[in-house]
């Protein structure tokens, strides 16, 4: 205390209480910061925040008259607040995931119009991009309905206070499509390791994987949604109790498990193969490089990078860790449809004959003129080869009788033919 009595007479802002903690002394024409309380924060972030509180060049702490007319120093709490950070993370997350129903919708208008695509491998992916719309649209839907009214700051009580049973069924079907993900992730692994690893093996149905990815993820929600109603029922289910949480989580990490160890066998295959055919080329590796990381999307494998949430750090650390996950995570069906759809050989070559066929029925103007000077074309190369026989045949006589003979009146055959090209 006489340390800051002494830096008061120093011209220094004295330590003073602003109602919720204490406030060291400062220089003049400063502001000082302190690490936000604990209870300024509706939820205890991952990362420190930090209050402001000013100190003006006359050795006083910066002040402001209240309602009622009275003097009082005030400290900056606005910093405390997370509203802005979870703002600008819902957005990237709704961003994100709009980008995917962007391409998964005319994804999947191609794979359900062409005959030639219904086979059971492309049956796979319809089921997986129907997966991935559906919950990148419950997705935007609970974001936009749910979380932004839990971060409009409006005064009245948010839906998660309300706690309705409409928000713990949106709540619940996002749960539910999400898991269906993971599940149509391991049918797509499963698959293609059988396709691969058991040549001669031939699936007749897909009933078991309609089972596994539709069906079985209805169990845990299920169990899910009931442990929630007796023994945690607030706030919509949305503020995760831990100990309920592994009900969903479980089949989610074995999925990616599963898939892990199918791509790192099909790996195995593939090099096997490409080394048994081209030996000591690296071209195989290169092949078997490009084959995983085609892969990784369609797996889920990407999700890998961020499944370890740091339970501390800076806040710049945190947020791009934020940002990176919501990426990965709401870009996946876009990354998928581009690669097995957009980017497929076989689906070029189906738009690439459709689009010549709709040409052809659309442009008859062009047609006609094409096909008349077509045949203007081959009529007079059909001319010029009968003059050309006479002509011939005609040299042949000339010849007999003498040297001399009349120039021809056509022109040549490969003038005209320059012209009809032209």
């Given at each position: ?48 925040h ?32 997370q509203v ?67 971060l ?45 690893a ?22 845990p ?33 074995l ?14 295959v ?35 990078v ?35 759809c ?81």
């Amino acid at each position: 205390m006489r340390h800051a009595a002494a830096d008061a007479q120093d011209g220094w802002c004295p330590p003073t209480w602003d109602g919720w903690q204490c406030w060291e002394s400062a220089p003049p024409d400063t502001v000082a910061t302190a690490t936000c309380p604990t209870y300024a924060y509706l939820k205890t972030p991952s990362c420190d925040h930090y209050a402001t509180k000013r100190c003006e060049q006359t050795g006083h702490w910066f002040t402001s008259i209240d309602q009622l007319n009275r003097t009082q120093e005030r400290s900056d709490y606005t910093s405390c607040s997370q509203v802005s950070t979870l703002l600008s993370r819902v957005y990237v997350h709704v961003s994100a995931y709009a980008v995917s129903i962007v391409a998964l919708v005319p994804a999947l208008v191609i794979f359900f119009s062409y005959r030639q695509l219904k086979v059971h491998r492309v049956s796979i992916h319809k089921n997986f991009f129907v997966s991935l719309l559906l919950n990148s649209v419950m997705v935007i839907v609970f974001k936009c309905v749910v979380m932004l009214d839990e971060l409009s700051q409006s005064g009245s009580p948010s839906i998660l206070e309300k706690n309705g049973v409409g928000c713990k069924i949106l709540f619940i079907m996002t749960k539910y499509c999400r898991l269906t993900n993971y599940l149509w992730q391991f049918c797509e692994s499963y698959y293609l390791h059988k396709l691969i690893a058991s040549a001669f093996a031939e699936q007749r149905s897909l009933l078991i994987f309609y089972i596994i990815g539709w069906v079985f993820p209805v169990i845990p929600v299920a169990v899910y949604a009931a442990l929630r109603a007796h023994h945690a029922d607030e706030q919509c289910w949305v503020v995760p109790v831990e100990m309920y949480e592994w009900v969903l989580n479980a089949p989610c990490l074995l999925s990616l498990v599963m898939c892990a160890l199918f791509l790192i066998n099909i790996i195995r295959v593939l090099v096997t193969k490409l080394r048994a055919q081209h030996a000591n080329e690296p071209s195989q590796y290169r092949r078997a490089v490009r084959a995983t990381l085609v892969l990784v999307p369609l797996f889920g494998l990407h999700l890998i990078v961020t499944i370890y949430r740091p339970a501390r750090g800076t806040c710049t650390w945190m947020q791009l860790y934020y940002y990176a996950d919501y990426m990965l995570d709401g870009l996946q069906g876009a990354l998928v449809a581009l690669i097995f759809c957009y980017l497929n050989g076989e689906v070029q070559n189906l738009l690439r004959n459709t689009y010549g066929r709709y040409v052809n029925l659309h442009a008859p103007v062009f047609r006609s003129g094409h096909r008349s000077s077509s045949l203007s074309c081959r009529s007079q190369h059909t001319m010029h080869t009968m003059v050309g026989i006479e002509s011939t045949s005609m040299s042949a006589a000339v010849a007999e009788s003498g040297p001399s003979g009349a120039a021809p009146l056509l022109p040549p055959n490969g003038a005209d033919e320059r012209e009809c090209r032209l």
